[in-house]
């Protein structure tokens, strides 16, 4: 591992390519710029990032708050570092497509590189699969007299977990998520119901139940909001 605290930019420039060039996962810290051009084309402002470059191409640019990064590069790109300005610029570039992610750091705090392996395989278990899995073997448990008729059915709003009809012929739009869940999955939800009434005839009447562990309260409260219903199904342990 090597690793710089506020190095110079050239310092910098040199510990990233002795880092690609050995097949490291290399991390810088500190304020940047960030350019995207490529199938859109985006910008943000100087901020404080976590910029990632991994050994199979990949980049991923984080910022202090959520999961997912800002701007992200998928594997098979190449990475690129070089100084211009007195900042340090990197660079993650494919050519099909044709697209670029330029970095600019105007301050960096550290630097680091690490050289490692994983071999194993991620196993989940308890995933929507497995869920729909118990649903289509056991319809009752979404409630009595419900019969699936397919699975990711697509709508203009995205595929439909599972779609069926209840007892009265009402046609059903099923929404899994094996953990618990807040506003954003009642609003896909929402967004499939919608979609699929506009797709069926004028008077159909489409209801949407979400499945998950457990709902936050305000997810609860935006179900009622909008006529849409739960039910509480854990996926399998095993």
């Known amino acids: ?54 050994p199979d191409g990949a980049a991923l640019v984080h910022t202090a708050e959520g999961q997912q990064p800002v701007n992200w590069q998928p594997p098979g790109c190449n990475h ?3 100084c211009e ?8 570039s494919r050519s099909a497509p044709d697209e670029r992610l330029h970095v600019r750091f105007r301050e ?9 392996s994983d071999e194993t395989e991620l196993s989940l278990v308890g995933t929507e699969a497995d869920l729909r899995r118990r649903i289509l073997e056991d319809p009752d448990l979404l409630e009595p007299g419900f019969t699936p008729l397919a699975t990711e059915r697509a709508t ?34 929402r967004r499939y119901v ?7 005839h004028a008077d159909a009447t489409v209801r949407g139940i979400l499945v998950s562990p457990s709902v936050t309260d305000r997810a609860d409260r935006l179900l009622c ?3 849409l219903e739960f039910v509480a199904l854990e996926p399998p342990a095993e």
């Open 1 to 54: 591992m090597e690793t710089l605290t506020e190095p110079t930019p050239d310092a910098a420039r040199d510990a990233i390519t002795r880092g690609i060039d050995r097949s490291d996962m290399v991390t810088v810290y500190g304020r940047c710029t960030v350019d995207y051009d490529g199938r859109a084309t985006s910008f943000l402002e100087a901020g404080d990032r976590h910029v990632m470059l991994k």
């Open 80 to 82: 690129e570092v070089f």
């Open 85 to 92: 300005d007195g900042s340090l610029v990197l660079e993650s």
């Open 108 to 116: 960096i705090q550290q630097v680091s590189a690490f050289s490692g």
């Open 156 to 189: 203009p709003a995205g595929a439909v977990d599972i779609y069926g009809e209840d007892s009265a012929g009402r046609a059903v739009v099923v929404e899994l998520k094996r953990r618990r869940v807040g506003p954003d999955a009642v609003s896909q939800l």
């Open 194 to 200: 919608d979609a699929l009434e506009r797709d069926l």
């Open 225 to 227: 909001d909008h006529g």
